[in-house]
């Protein structure tokens, strides 16, 4: 049902979920969403810890640990960034994060996931240029924040901000940190 749903904040944005609409799409009935989420609310929550966890899978499927550090910051830099305009996680996310403006439990949800994906750059910036590790924890807050912000033009004006040209400015923000 949770893919469902994401299929649903996706393709409709989050004024399109409804128990009604999640039903129909799952090809449930209403009360078999209402045995599993009681509220709307309820429902983007569990989305939230839904795009949250096929995000980590993206990061394991890319073996980001393993790599040496320099190819761990641009593997990151690559999850980080929405792949294409349609991709499904970054839309979703890119709705929660909006709605996390106006909902204190989503913001929670969205700063405590934020803060452990800035710790996790921090780390792989100062493996890249432990003569800056000192630096490396406002560095990651940057870096994260350019990197959200072109997802975000990825999503919404991919003609003018296409994939390739939004790693392509990722890429070079981490190889002036590396001093290369």
Known sequence: MLDRL?????????EGVSIRTLAARAEVSIGTVQYYFSTKTDLLHRVWEYVRDEAARRFDAATVAQLPPAQRLSRLVDLLIAPDSEDRL????????????HDPEIAALHRAQWQHTEELLARALAA???????????????????????TLAVLTEPDRMPPAR?????????????GR
């Open 128 to 150: 890249v240029n432990p003569d800056r590790s000192a630096e490396s924890a406002d560095a990651a807050a940057e870096l994260l924040a350019l990197l959200d912000g072109l």
């Open 90 to 101: 970054a839309r979703v996310w890119f709705a929660l994060v909006a709605r996390a403006a």
């Open 166 to 178: 939004a790693r392509r400015i990722g890429r070079d923000w981490t190889d002036r940190w590396a």
């Open 6 to 14: 994401a299929d649903v904040i996706a393709e409709d944005g989050i």
